[in-house]
């Protein structure tokens, strides 16, 4: 898991690489369940700069301005682990090294607009889709995301019938013979 | 109080007195609590392992894990399933009770007229229609009994589940269009506790299987009934390879592999093939005999042919205020006004308007596979304000949508997997496209600011592959499900449909279930079979 507090030990372990970052709290929600501001990743197949310019490519590919890098870190995470099959670490660095090549030597140096450009002309590529088809589900599935963008996720476990299943107010409530009664209230 | 799923009988392998039924979802399950009610033994053979109502997830990824069938399968065709999910043609499952752990509860009557449309709609060029060998006055009082068994709501005197937020959206929006059908629906799940099971919490889970019970379900209605009669036995991790055949043409016995992988045999008195709409004919393929080349009960050359999945497509639209239609149960409300066959539309058939959820996860996924960038990204920004919905109506019969098996890949067993063909009929093409109008109509008139098609999603609905008819040489089965050729072999899930109607199946055949089981009892009796 996403480790919340930078550890000693974290710098020893796996690729020797760590991705680091600090929580710009432009996500209230998310920041209200984070103990503290800065997050680390430790990687145990990848190199710290391959995690940087994956974290890079995943917020061009599905650019949320408000969503924390730490959400981000996450698909780095799973393409981390992906990368123990040394088929796919390959495909990835291949396609990371012909990126920096289509860009000068290193695009993470360029701007934003820039960076941008290069990753519309790699899109369909094995790099591009493995990261796409990797960061559909995994930016998406994790309770930082949930909390963002403002879906119960397992808190729903409990059921919604006293804690808001019909509580929207602006507009008119359907007649009683469209809808049906509610379990515990009477009348 | 939990289930009991306690075999109080066990069976012989070399019985040939039980009757022995593929499958434990709408079909299976449902005929094996009708056969054993009245006292006939039966083996129900359910490739999936058991999952009890406790062990279902709130996690949509975690839960389609559990869940779901997720052999390996090919497709083929110009339907867009084929390149966003090219082997995962259906979103069914793999489990006791098979997709009655996932469904969303929806249980509409056919109208009468759906079960004549040959006769009603005339010949459509490339759709082989055909009437039903059965009418709807026939079928009408098993509806009565499967809604009774299921706890239909707005039906037999029962209320409606409470709206939610998702419905309010859809109840203004159609109401301010001029729709007049329009409710929370004829919902499988109970509004208050009703026969032992709860009432609905509107959980927002109803696709991850119902932990409270309140929705019906096979896995814990019928198929614990059925066991509680000590006249079945659930083998659950017992996948079928093949139904065998004697040299009278009758079957005999089921050969499958148990969970660890062994082949075993059961004799059988009959077979009830419940395995839905891609492995039933697969089944029936995967048996080819020297006495029966193409597979069988295939005479007519129809098994697999005719696959269904119903014109389906989705609308999702964003309101300047929050929606939240994730809470609550996902098929929250209905609009029934256009599931009319009113030709003038340009198409011939009709549709229902579901509403529809899905979480975040599941959102990200499906709302526009393949989709990168900005307007993707917007979209999804907006999840918290959207309200969605789901367009199903009846897809046109084609000879050359079919399930095959593939002739190089195998699946775990060593058996040919299935290929899924599918392509869309202009008359689908044309329903589609008027539906997403509607439906974006629908949320405009609800003060939509922005509306997404969603293109459809991998089958829930699998029809038609081993079709009923009259006439022996244009189906696979009669109006029982008894197949022409082989007076032991029955198919008992949506295989048999005709056509699909524009409602959700499982009603249907859950009361064609109810029919066939006594029509087997006749036939024991009788000793016709």
């Not at chain 1, 990848?46 to 974290?55: A, Y």
């Not at chain 1, 890098?69 to 040394?86: G, I, R």
């Not at chain 2, 056969?35 to 033994?41: A, C, E, M, N, S």
């Not at chain 2, 009890?52 to 996690?59: E, N, Q, T, V």
Request: net charge negative; with cysteine; hydrophobic share 40%.
């Amino acid at each position: 898991m996403l480790d919340q507090s930078v550890s000693r030990r974290g710098f020893l372990k796996g690729s020797g690489a760590t991705l680091m970052g600090t929580l710009a709290m432009t996500s209230l929600p998310v920041a209200i369940m984070a103990p503290g501001r800065a997050w680390a990743l430790e990687l145990e197949n990848l190199t710290g700069r391959q995690g940087e310019v994956l974290l890079r490519l995943t917020r061009h590919i599905f650019p949320h301005d408000t969503l924390e890098d730490a959400v981000y870190a996450l698909v780095v995470k799973d393409l981390d682990a992906a990368s123990a099959d040394a088929a796919t670490q390959s495909m990835m660095t291949a396609g990371i090294e012909h990126l920096d090549a289509r860009a000068g030597g290193d695009w993470l140096s360029l701007d934003e607009p820039t960076q941008f450009m290069h990753v519309r002309a790699i899109a369909g590529e094995d790099l591009f889709e493995k990261v796409r088809s990797t960061a559909v589900v995994s930016l998406y599935n994790n309770e930082m995301a949930f909390r963002h963008f403002g879906y119960g996720g397992e808190l729903g476990d409990a059921g919604y019938l006293q804690r808001g299943f019909n509580d929207l107010t602006w507009l008119p409530e359907p007649p009683a013979e469209a809808s049906g009664p509610v379990m515990g209230v009477s009348g | 109080m939990m289930e009991s799923y306690e075999n109080k009988t066990s069976f012989a392998h070399d019985d040939d007195s039980v009757v022995v039924i593929i499958g434990s979802g709408a079909g299976g399950g449902t005929l094996a609590d009708e056969l054993t009610q009245k006292g006939i033994d039966v083996v129900i053979l359910e490739a999936g392992k058991l999952h009890k109502r406790s062990d279902f997830i709130a996690d949509e990824w975690g839960s389609f894990a559990q869940l779901a069938w997720l052999d390996n399968r090919t497709t083929s065709g110009t339907w867009r399933v084929s390149r966003d999910f090219p082997n995962l043609p259906s979103w069914i499952c793999k489990t006791v009770g098979g997709s009655t752990t996932h469904w969303a509860g929806a249980s509409l009557r056919f109208q009468p007229h759906e079960f004549r449309v040959r006769t009603e709609y005339g010949e459509i060029s490339g759709a082989n229609l055909l009437d039903w060998p059965l009418t709807y006055d026939e079928l009408e009082p098993y509806y009565t009994r499967a809604e009774d068994k299921m706890g239909v709501t707005r039906t037999n005197g029962r209320p409606g589940l409470p709206g939610n937020n998702n419905f309010k959206v859809m109840h203004a929006g159609a109401t301010a269009l001029g729709y007049k059908q329009v409710h929370t629906g004829n919902m499988a799940i109970n509004a208050l506790p009703r026969d032992g099971r709860s009432g609905c919490l509107q959980r927002g889970f109803c696709f991850q299987g119902c932990a409270t019970g309140a929705k019906w379900s096979t896995l814990y209605v019928e198929i614990p009934r059925a066991l509680a009669t000590g006249h079945a036995e659930l083998r659950p991790e017992s996948h079928v390879a093949r139904i065998e055949h004697n040299n009278a043409g009758k079957v005999t016995g089921v050969v499958y592999f148990d969970a660890d992988g062994n082949e075993q045999r059961q004799a059988a008195r009959a077979v009830a093939v419940a395995g839905n709409s891609i492995e039933t004919p697969r089944m029936l393929l995967n048996s080819a005999s020297s006495m029966f080349p193409d597979g069988l009960a295939n005479s007519s050359g129809q098994v697999g042919r005719n696959y269904m999945r119903h014109m389906t497509g989705s609308v999702y639209a964003a309101f300047e205020e929050p929606v939240h239609m994730y809470k609550g149960t996902t098929m929250a409300g209905i609009i029934q006004d256009e599931s009319i066959h009113d030709p003038s539309r340009g198409f011939a058939g009709g549709y229902e308007m579901e509403t529809l959820s899905l979480g975040l996860p599941f959102m990200a996924a499906f709302l526009d596979p393949g989709a990168w960038g900005r307007d993707f990204t917007a979209a999804m920004d907006q999840y918290m304000h959207l309200a969605g919905m789901w367009l199903v109506g009846e897809d046109m019969p084609q000879e050359r949508n079919r399930v095959t098996l593939h002739d190089s890949l195998k699946d775990q067993y060593g058996l040919p997997i299935p290929n899924v063909h599918f392509d869309d009929h202009p008359n689908d093409v044309a329903m589609r496209n008027h539906a997403f109008q509607r439906g974006i109509e629908v949320y405009e008139a609800a003060g939509a600011i922005n509306t997404y098609r969603t293109p459809p999603y991998p089958s829930t609905h699998n029809l038609g592959t081993c079709r009923m008819s009259a006439n022996a040489r244009d189906g696979v089965c009669n109006a029982y499900g008894q197949t022409h050729d082989i007076d032991n072999l029955f198919i008992s899930d949506g295989s048999q449909f005709t056509t699909g109607a524009a409602e959700n199946p499982t009603l249907t055949i859950v009361s064609l279930a109810i029919r066939q089981a006594e029509f087997i009892a006749k036939q024991m009796v009788t000793r016709a079979i």
